[in-house]
């Protein structure tokens, strides 16, 4: 039976089939019509000659016009009725495979009229003799509540579910804990539901041991269904917590890698209640070879392994401490399985693995997947940046990689080499005339960026500083935003590095950005440098040499309260992605009163909400810090405007107008209030201009208050202009000299923001 | 869990489309084709739009797909997935748009059978096969008593083996077959070499037998309790679900009551003390930019007794290369421009031999001279009776209320398949 192309009249001729006397064509039509179905065709007209071959004997053709019925029956609702007879009819057949069919069938048909006939035979199927009918009939319940949770809580099935996790067979038990388990998921999700539903289900001490028995005589995949239910329990004491350890462990040798991961997750979370090391030791050390088993699973599942695996390094890095020979890339492993093993890898090195991962990320520098190769480029720099005795070697192999000339590796050598540089200030100086022998090779953005910076970080140790940098400024208007950006910033490093040689690279980098540049952050950025280093070269110095805080690789990529979440929830969706279920199952769940019923559940378990918030506040940080340097930005583009002559050069607005600074600033009612001096926070007012929430910003001291304020570096230019300008400087520099101790720790972030731009 | 269930070809035709719940609608399938078939840059087997799921295994020019609108379990679906392409290729013997076109009242009937409401159920090939089958079955007086038979034994504690099975002789096999993965960097140091081992095993003996198994004396399974430096050390092992699990928690003996037929009993997995059947050592040299010889040389590492079979190593070639003059002295060599490769077959080295491939390869000369990956030579081959491992089975006692006798066989194999690479 093949799939046939459309001819005309193909539903006339395929009913006449249907209606035919012979027994053959009659079920060579149904199958012609299931065929049309597949493909998606309407066939929905033919349900009263399908629903004719109903009533037969031969099971194959039952299942078709079954399924024929479960795909139309919402949408001819009148003439289910006709089928219901059948139905329950068949469900009081002596098989008990037609009696499972039956009942199967209808809990799929989901059309009103049906669902009230559905009631009975279901009741009875509950209580049949046979499993096989039992097991399907339970998981009809789940079925039942998805259509009209009323019916099922009112006919007291419910209550039959929980007493068949009693029942004799295994198989029976999985299905009756997946079926609670899908009722009460649904009824959580829905905000009306009280703790005290009936449908949500909570698992006694009682449900735990029949749970615990059953668990090692079901299929694989009730296993699954039963140590999610188990990893549900909230143990009593710790005595339970070990023990619930103590039966799960034998699932790890299990060959399906559902149930592994599935045991594991019941491990992690019972490992919660237990407090006695070795046995936590033993528990984890019993967990690492079957988590390396799975990687020689198909791809696919190998994937979500490995994602897992990474969570749970996070948690526990001494987990596979000598295993990282096993994440090695295989030369055909798909790409996706290869970036994660990548990872993997990097967060097992230590000193004494680093020589070999060294050589194995060289080698995988010389395939053909551009990505795969930037990645392990990235990856050599990550262990540089974990592994301080490795560094040298890391450099080495770079320079190494560096040499093969070949362009996307070069440039990423280069992105990487920033990152050593800034981890590592001044000690790798040597390499940098090889980078710049590179100059010409680079072609992307991020990378001349890179580049841009290292020269102007070290534009005092480079005798053709300017030179090189000359280049870059020749071409600016050509260039993308972030090399522009690094190109002003490195330039005036320069200038106020070596100053005698540099007066004109800089005058002619600031009227560009000033006049030809486009992009307002660019020209904003140049008109800062241009004021600061017009009014107080010390202040430039201050801000644009600032020290910066030393970087490093975080242990963790999830904040964590949220990997604790994921922890309990490995193997699922949310643990693949390393973000939270609401995320991306989007059902309008994150209202307030589910928030209440989080928070309701207990202390210890930590809420997705709080997760939720800690990422969002990560976010708003951010976007803070983004906005922050528009804040600083529009203060001084004020203050320019407020001067008399624009297009004046630098020097001659040392004296801008104070009155006219006030006109400007007193026509928004905040900056009224701000110079009324009604708050003691300038910043606050500032932000709330322009409608930022001031409360997480760098909050400049007391004593840079808006009357209380010194003058500022040299102090000549005690008037509003300064005035205006020290509250945002100890915001966005941490240097010493100029701001007062507290804001720093805060301060350094903007800063670094502002700098490193990357 | 699982709200859909499709089957698309290569052109993104549906070719197989069942929901399972109401959260969707078939126009789902569509979405699907846009956003992975005719993508050509699909860099993960997952894809989530909004709050949609869907999870792709491809095969053989089709795509499996389930598709999830909650927090699914990825790796049950994925396992799902695997499992469906199993039963298909041992109900059809392959699987391919073909197969499942011929087959599709089949299919559907598998599908209902193995997932109910989204949740995986029974999906134990023996048992489907008793009541899932290709010619109709039709349901009378008469097979009532057999499908409870059937029921009972898809939902029971032994949902793997029929309680009436008979035979006149009683027989086991056991097959050992290890597939060993290496990969040696250029300097010939081993930088991973282990061993995926399984234990195949077809049993055809009558009633209920209650089996134990016996692996070496010098058996490690648990790195933690250290043994000598001879014992076979297993890091990690996985069982058939007819193994008792606890039993073999606590005292380490695997026993079990087998499935009728053919069954994998035991997945192991070795990485210590791995015995390596064929030693390559290559010496390739670019001359210039226009030439790239060759010496390849295969030497045995096992008992002269034994030999390799079905020896094919795929020696990689420069892109631009135009033609391979090959010299062998065993087997047959020749260049495959398609997949830049030279392919050598050995149909048989005996154990204490060795051989040797020369060649050059002519280049066209380019343009922009782009480095050469130089991916790594790929050997594959076949050594019976040879476990890498060294994983030996000591003994199968059967025992069966009517206390028949048995006969027991055990074949060894090592074997490797794409991932035994040499890098040059």
């Known amino acids: 039976m093949s799939i046939r192309a459309p001819r005309k009249g193909e539903n006339y001729e395929l009913s006449v089939d249907l209606n035919s ?10 199958k012609r019509v299931i065929a049309s179905m597949t493909v998606g065709k309407d066939v929905s007209g033919l349900f009263p000659d399908v629903l004719k071959n109903m009533q037969t004997d031969d099971l194959e053709q039952k299942k078709l016009v079954y399924l024929y019925l479960m795909n139309y029956a919402k949408t001819q609702p009148e003439l289910v009725i006709l089928a219901v007879n059948t139905f329950v009819k068949d469900s009081d057949d002596p098989n008990p495979l037609v009696r499972a069919l039956a009942i ?114 079901c299929s694989e995949w009730g296993r699954v269904a039963i140590l999610n239910a188990l990893s549900r329990y909230e143990a009593q004491d710790e005595k339970e917590s070990e023990h619930i350890c103590e039966r799960v462990v034998p699932q790890f040798q299990h060959v399906n890698g559902s149930v592994v991961l599935a045991a594991v997750k019941v491990i992690m979370i019972h490992m919660r209640g237990i407090h ?39 948690k526990r890095p001494d987990i596979l401490s000598n295993e990282m020979r096993v994440f090695f890339c295989k030369y055909n492993d798909p790409l996706y399985v290869k970036i994660e093993k990548l990872d993997i890898m990097v967060r097992l090195a230590n000193d004494n693995n680093v020589d070999t991962l060294l050589s194995e990320l060289k080698e995988y520098s010389s395939e053909v997947d551009v990505d795969f190769v930037r990645k392990s480029i990235k990856a050599i720099g990550q262990a540089a940046i974990k592994i301080d005795s490795a560094a040298e070697r890391c450099v080495n192999v770079l320079l190494e990689l560096i040499a093969t000339r070949v362009s996307y590796v070069v440039q990423e050598a280069v992105v990487v080499m920033k990152d050593i540089f800034r981890k590592y200030p001044s000690t790798y100086e040597g390499i940098i005339p090889t980078l710049c022998a590179n100059l010409d090779e680079l072609d992307e953005p991020e990378a001349k960026a890179s580049l841009i910076w290292i020269i102007g970080e070290y534009a005092d140790k480079i005798d053709n500083a300017d030179e090189l940098l000359g280049i870059f400024v020749d071409t600016f208007t050509e260039e993308s935003y972030p090399v522009q950006l690094q190109t002003l910033t490195a330039v005036v490093k320069l200038f106020l590095k070596k100053p005698d040689s540099s007066q004109g690279v800089v005058q002619r980098v600031l009227n560009t950005a000033t006049k030809d540049c486009d992009s307002p952050d660019v020209r904003d950025r140049a008109y800062i440098y241009w004021r600061l280093l017009s009014t107080d070269p010390g202040a430039a110095k201050a801000v644009v040499l600032a020290h910066r805080p030393p970087i490093s690789i975080p242990r963790t990529t999830v904040a964590p309260a949220l990997l604790e979440e994921l922890l309990g929830e490995i193997s699922s969706l949310a643990s693949v992605y390393h973000k939270p279920e609401e995320t991306f ?17 207990g202390e210890d378990q930590f809420s997705a909400q709080k997760a939720l918030q800690t990422v969002a506040a990560g976010q708003q940080a951010e976007n803070l810090l983004g906005e922050h340097f ?23 607005e040392g004296q801008p107008s104070g009155l006219a600074a006030t006109q400007v600033l007193s026509s928004t009612p905040a900056a009224a209030s701000l110079l009324a001096g009604t708050s003691a926070n300038p910043l606050d007012d500032l932000v709330s201009i322009f409608g930022g929430s001031g409360g997480s910003l760098a909050s400049p001291p007391s004593t840079s208050s808006f009357g209380g304020m010194p003058s500022f570096g040299g102090g000549s230019n005690n008037d509003l202009a300064s005035a205006m300008l020290s509250p945002a400087i100890p915001a966005m520099s941490p240097a010493p000299a100029v701001s007062p101790a507290p804001p720093q720790q805060q301060a350094q972030k903007p800063e670094e923001d502002l700098l490193g731009l990357f | 869990m699982i709200s859909a269930f499709f089957i698309f070809n290569q052109k993104g035709e549906v070719l197989i489309s069942r929901l399972y719940r109401t959260d969707f609608k078939r126009s789902i399938a569509d979405v699907f084709r846009i956003q992975v078939v005719s993508n050509s840059d699909v860099r993960s087997p997952i894809i989530t739009l909004g ?130 993965n290496l990969s040696m960097s250029a300097k010939g140091t081993v930088l991973r070499a282990d061993v995926d081992g399984h234990i195949q095993m077809r049993a055809y003996l009558s009633g209920t037998p209650e089996c134990k198994f016996g692996l070496n004396d010098k058996l490690v399974i648990d790195k933690g309790e250290r043994g000598s430096s001879d014992a076979v050390e297993l890091d990690d092992c996985r069982f058939h679900q007819c193994v ?181």
């Open chain 1, 21 to 30: 006397e012979y027994k053959e064509k009659r079920k060579d039509a149904i």
């Open chain 1, 104 to 217: 199967r069938t209808m809990g799929c048909l989901r059309a009103e009229k049906i669902i009230d006939y559905l009631c009975d035979p279901l009741q009875k199927c509950l209580r049949d003799e046979n499993p096989y009918v039992r097991k399907t009939a339970a998981l009809c319940v789940a079925k039942l509540y998805d259509l009209k949770p009323e019916l099922v809580v009112d006919n007291g099935f419910l209550e039959q579910l929980q007493d068949m996790i009693a029942d004799s067979n295994p198989m029976v038990v999985s299905n009756t804990v997946a079926a609670l388990t899908d009722i009460h998921n649904a009824a959580a999700a829905q905000p009306s539901t009280s703790s005290s539903d009936p449908a949500l289900f909570t698992i006694t001490s009682q449900i735990l041991s029949k749970l615990l028995i059953a668990l090692n005589e």
């Open chain 1, 276 to 314: 006695r090391e070795e046995l936590i030791k033993q528990l984890v050390r019993k967990m690492a070879p079957p988590l390396v088993t799975l990687l020689s699973s198909p791809p696919e599942v190998q994937w979500v392994a490995l994602r897992n695996i990474n969570l749970l390094l996070q």
């Open chain 1, 585 to 601: 199952v989007g059902r309008g769940r994150v209202g307030a009163d589910s928030v209440q019923r989080k928070v309701d559940i």
């Open chain 1, 630 to 652: 528009h804040i600083i930005s529009l203060i001084f583009l004020m203050l320019t405007l407020s001067s008399l002559d624009f297009d004046d050069e630098p020097a001659g």
């Open chain 2, 51 to 180: 709050s949609t799921s869907f999870f792709h295994v491809r095969i053989n020019n089709l795509y499996v797909v389930a598709v999830t609108k909650n927090n699914a379990n990825a790796a049950l679906v994925f396992e799902y997935c695997y499992r469906f392409i199993n039963i298909c290729k041992s109900y059809f013997g392959k699987i391919d748009e073909e197969s499942i076109k011929n087959n599709f009242v089949l299919i559907y009937e598998l599908i209902d059978e193995t997932i109910d409401f989204g949740y995986p159920q029974n999906s134990e090939i023996d048992t489907l096969k008793t009541y899932i089958t290709t010619e109709s079955i039709v349901s009378s007086a008469i097979a009532v008593e057999e499908s409870s038979k059937i029921t009972s034994q898809a939902t029971g504690t032994t949902s793997w083996r029929r309680t009436d099975v008979k035979y006149k002789k009683n027989e086991a096999f056991v097959d050992v077959v290890e597939t060993v």
């Open chain 2, 244 to 424: 008792r699990l606890d039993e073999f928690d606590a005292t380490r003996t695997i026993s079990f009551i087998p499935p009728d037929g053919e069954f994998e009993l035991m997945r192991y997995r070795s990485t210590s003390n791995v015995k390596l059947p064929l030693r390559v050592i290559p010496t390739v040299t670019e001359v210039g930019t226009s030439q790239v010889t060759y010496i390849v040389t295969v030497k045995t590492n096992f008992d002269s007794k034994l030999s390799a079979t079905n020896v094919v190593l795929r020696v990689p070639t420069p892109l631009n290369t135009t033609t391979v003059d090959c010299k062998v002295a065993t087997g047959k060599a020749k260049y495959v421009p398609a997949e830049n490769v030279v392919i050598w077959k050995i149909p048989r080295i005996q154990g204490g031999q060795e051989c040797t491939l020369s060649a050059t390869a002519d280049l066209t000369s380019t343009t922009t001279r782009q480095v050469w990956a130089r991916p790594p030579i790929d050997v594959d081959f076949q050594v019976l009776m040879f476990t890498s491992s060294g994983l030996i089975v000591r003994f199968l006692k059967v025992f069966e209320k009517s206390n028949y006798q048995s006969i027991k066989w055990v074949r060894y194999l090592t074997k490797a398949s794409g991932s035994y690479q040499i890098r040059f």
